[in-house]
């Protein structure tokens, strides 16, 4: 197992390598002089041209400045960035538990949905159940989730007003010293109507933001379901009169899991995707909004910071997932 | 079966074939008949459009819809500017498949090449191409041709330029793993005997061999590329306005979505009925062509 590990994570070096390798050449490849660019200042002299060429490096072979930024983000230097003037690393980790949030939230709800739906229409395949989720997995599976949003937030937050149409909770709610996940700090703090005001900003965005997810499960588990449902282990055990919540539940579910897990790892890299849409409809102050933000103001380092600290994130819940599936079959692991 | 007379093999069998698993799926022929509607529409935009994409009605700013006016029946009503949304609507088909066409082909053209490159050659062409294949998987690819329209500047053909860019690798994983599978089959060791050459036991020998799940992506890419060019359009990123793209209509739209839901409504329900059609094909496609689910 150890050795497995191990061979996965060396697996990632050169795709990191790769990573580094993006992110430090988009800013070389944007149209316009770099040094101007990642200075973000109008009308240099030339004196402060060469001083700033000097300071961010670009004067050395091109090589050398590779590895000044691999070393720099191997410290935890991604740069500053040019609007806030405060460094990017840091800005990344305050916006990132918004992002955490909405995400986890999202996946909880595609999970407890999805999974049981995909049992459920596998189990009565060709019933009007089956029928209906399915199509409506595909209705999901094919909706522009821009779209989605601007109409749950015209239904719900202009029609019938449940909901707030944007923000994460009510101003009347501060908490200085909080973790920055909504949730949690609205619980700890304690104060009356503030977990129900983070939960009412929170329902909407993290509805949209499962739809692909949940029509994906849900497909994938009625798919993987129906595999294993047709096994020979599956029909011994229902032939020797064990009963079918058995057979169901420890037989066949849990191998109809293992494909299933896979897909909810590789959900992830779409679920960073969706934020951005998301977080950008319901201006929700997470990743997402901050990268399309950083993308329209022109903040490189931003940018730059953010596609390497985005990249590993996915990489490393691969890699998690990919253990995992080895935990679970043992059959992968020994390859 | 109708299809028993006809003598296997032949291409006209095939399609026979084909279209008997294919239409099996009521879905999918009720799919293709939508597609072929929406492909007809955009063809004859200028046919269909009551009024021209851009013309601006000053004094009929946000009609609803099905109002009557004197310059005519909006049926879908207009938008901020007083433009018929209906016409805009079926210029924007043109958009959506033009994009959807263009990504598949620039995608799966590059990702077929340097798949079969991987795949035949082995060694450090697999190694390189396969790398620099999972570096481009490792970043969400909305965010990645995000980051790419930023390079190339705001507009619908770098939108469309990004989104293959991010596309390609799966058709070059598709590819590799195809051709792995077949490179070492009896037909290509004799024709290999025979004294083919590399280039036409690439293209010629294996390559239609592989097509099957190549197809299958295709039409699955097809459906992303809309919805991706979509929201870069929404974000600002993709066409610029006043092209009539749907999601570039939808981010006009913002603004007004308290006030007039038809503006909003509209575009996103063509952007659904569009994919889900292209997607309902897909499935179709994918149980006429996958022989592991035929029941014959």
Known sequence: MIRFIFGKILWLIPTLIGITIVAFGFVRVLPGDPVLLMAGERGLSPERYAELTHQLGYDRPIWVQYGEFVWRVLHGDLGDSLVTHRPVLHEFLTLFPATLELGITAMLIAIVIGVPVGVIAAIKRGSWFDQVSMTTALVGYSMPIFWWGLLLIILFSGVLHWTPVSGRISLMYYFPNGTNFMIWDAIASGQKGALTSALSHLVLPAVVLATIPLAVIARQTRSAMLEVLGEDYVRTARAKGMPPRRVIGIHALRNAMIPVITTIGLQVGMLMAGAILTETIFSWPGIGKWMVDSISRRDYPSVQGGLLMIAVIVMVVNLIVDLLYGLINPRIRHR | ?296
């Open chain 2, 1 to 296: 079966m109708a299809d028993t007379t006809l003598t296997p093999g032949t291409r006209r069998a095939q399609l026979a074939e084909f279209w008997f698993y294919f239409s099996e799926n009521r879905g999918a022929v009720i799919a293709l008949v939508v597609f072929v509607l929406v492909l007809l529409a955009a063809i004859a935009a200028p046919i269909l459009a009551a009024h021209g994409p851009d013309v601006q009605f000053r004094d009929a700013l946000l009609a609803k819809p099905m109002t009557d006016t004197a310059h005519g029946h909006f049926w879908l009503g207009t938008d901020a500017v007083g433009r018929d949304i209906l016409s805009r609507l079926l210029f924007g088909a043109r958009y959506s498949l033009f994009v959807g066409f263009f990504v598949v082909v620039l995608a799966l053209s590059v990702g077929v090449i340097l798949g079969l490159l991987a795949g035949w050659f082995g060694g450090w062409v697999d190694t390189v191409i396969m790398r620099v294949m999972d570096v481009i998987l490792a970043f969400p690819s909305l965010l990645l041709a995000l980051v790419f329209v930023a390079v190339l500047g705001p507009g619908l053909i770098n939108a469309m330029i990004a989104i293959a860019v991010v596309y390609q690798p799966h058709f070059a994983r598709l590819t590799r793993a195809a051709v792995m599978g077949e490179k070492n089959k009896d037909y290509v060791m004799a024709a290999q005997v025979a004294g083919a050459g590399n280039m036409r036991l690439m293209f010629i020998t294996v390559l239609p061999n592989c097509l099957a799940p190549l197809i299958v992506q295709g039409t699955m890419s097809f459906s992303n590329a809309i919805l991706d060019v979509a929201a870069l359009g929404f974000l600002g990123m993709g066409a610029q306005p006043p092209t009539p793209e749907w999601g570039t209509m939808l981010s006009e739209a913002r603004e007004f979505i308290l006030r007039a839901w038809w503006v909003v409504t509209f575009p996103g329900l063509a952007i659904l009925i569009t994919v889900l059609a292209i997607n309902l094909m897909g499935d179709g496609l994918r149980d006429a062509l996958d022989p592991k689910l035929k029941r014959s």
